[in-house]
Every structure is written in C-alpha cells, then in structure tokens.
C-alpha cells in the first residue's frame, strides 16, 4: 500500500527538512510531498536540495499564498494522478508528531478514514494557553452538534484518507479553501457512508516558526458550518442510503 504525506508549507524552513525526515523514517511505505506556496524564507529551495539525496521526497511549488484547504487539494490531485492508495496530511510544525503515523494507518485496516485526535481518551494538548483550548473545544462541539458527526475531533488537520474516498467524495466541490476545509471534508465523508475511526494523539504547539491562523479565520470557518449544515447532505452513499 503506498501512502502520500502532504505537508502544506508556508515560511516552514526551521521545520520542513527536519520532519520531512522524521516522517519518512516512520513507514517504508511512505512518501512526502512538500506543497510549498512560494515561502520567502527559502522553504521550497531547501526541498529541492534534499530530493537530490532523497527520493521518496516530492515538491509542489505553487505561485503565492493560496491557502491551506486548496494545498490539501493540490495535495490529493498528486496523490490520485500517481496511484497512491492513502493520502495523509499532517501539520508541518511539528504539532503533529511522525510517531503517530502507523497507528493511522494501522486504522485504515477497518477505516475508510483516519483521525489523529485531541479528544478521544489518551489524547491531549500540551502548551496552549486555557484560552485556546476552550476555543478549540467549542469549535468541536460546535462543529459535532450542527453537522451531526459522530467525530470527536472535527477540526483536526492529521488524518489519513483511503483512494477510494477522495474518488468518491468529490473534494474538489468543498466550499472553503481554509481551515473550515477540515470540518467540511469529514461531514462528506460521513454523509457519503464511510467508515471513520480516531485514535489518540498528544498535540503540541509549535516550538519553531509562526501560527498561520487568524481571528478572521476562526469567524470564517464558524460561518461556514452553519451554512453547510444548512445545505442538503451530498449524493451518492457509499452504502446506498
């Protein structure tokens, strides 16, 4: 089984070659693509320099800042085009840590879809301030309660999506190119029919570089729930309901 990483890159050069590493030296099965959108701090040129010595290594470079939810879908595309069975995403600053990766994909035995989760028992968050994790807690059960998804984490950005449900559920039609991306994707999976199972995962906040959320961003994606739990659920059931 051949499984894609995709690691969505803006101003990541502290960070990028160390996880890429990292995250190849979990799987052997794995390999990496950096979709890097024209990082000023030199983030694409350090993954060209490394491809030369690594070839499980791949980069996307893309023309500016397009957005964290159409890097998820250049991410998908290459994956698809290139035969991948599984394409997995993770953060590039090391909130998501690489040793979480086999038991993701451990999951998808069972699973169309897998999420590393803050909110199942053994999950957790370490150094975000009570602010930020009520925040992030709200946002989840807001989140779970209007688009009625038996997810405990619906934010999370670490996941693993089977073939056949990025060929089914039709990314390319979500409406949000930010991080509201997320919880739109898993409420088409789960309308779609598809299995979706969580395991634990401690999140970190970054030790190196800096956040790319906004204010506006968080606004943004609580709009757009509601306006996606008002829209009919999409069409075509995996299981024929």
Aim: hydrophobic share 40%; aromatic share 8%; net charge neutral.
């Amino acid at each position: 089984m051949r499984s894609l990483v995709v690691l969505p890159t803006y101003n990541e050069a502290e960070n990028v070659l160390l996880l890429a590493r990292e995250v190849l030296a979990a799987a052997a099965e794995i390999e990496v693509l950096v979709v890097d959108d024209a990082s000023p701090d030199g983030t694409g040129a350090l993954v060209r320099g490394e491809m030369e010595r690594e070839p499980r290594l791949h980069l996307l470079e893309r023309a500016g800042k397009l957005g964290l939810g159409t890097a998820y879908l250049a991410g998908f595309e290459h994956g698809l085009k290139h035969g991948y069975d599984r394409v997995l995403t993770m953060d590039c600053d090391f909130s998501h840590k690489p040793q979480y990766l086999p038991q993701l994909l451990a999951g998808m035995a069972d699973h169309d879809m897998m999420i590393g989760s803050r909110y199942v028992p053994g999950g957790g968050i370490e150094n975000w301030p009570m602010h930020r994790k009520f925040l992030s807690g709200f946002a989840n059960v807001y989140t779970r309660v209007l688009l009625r998804l038996p997810v405990r984490d619906c934010t999370s950005g670490y996941r693993c999506y089977s073939r056949e449900v990025l060929e089914r559920v039709d990314p390319f039609a979500v409406r949000s190119s930010g991080y509201s991306f997320l919880e739109e994707m898993v409420w088409r999976v789960q309308r779609h029919g598809f299995r979706i199972g969580e395991t634990p995962i401690i999140f970190e906040d970054r030790v190196r570089g800096q956040s790319k959320i906004s204010q506006d961003e968080i606004y943004r994606a609580a709009w757009h729930v509601l306006a996606t739990a008002l829209r009919p659920s999409p069409a075509g059931r995996r299981d024929g309901r």
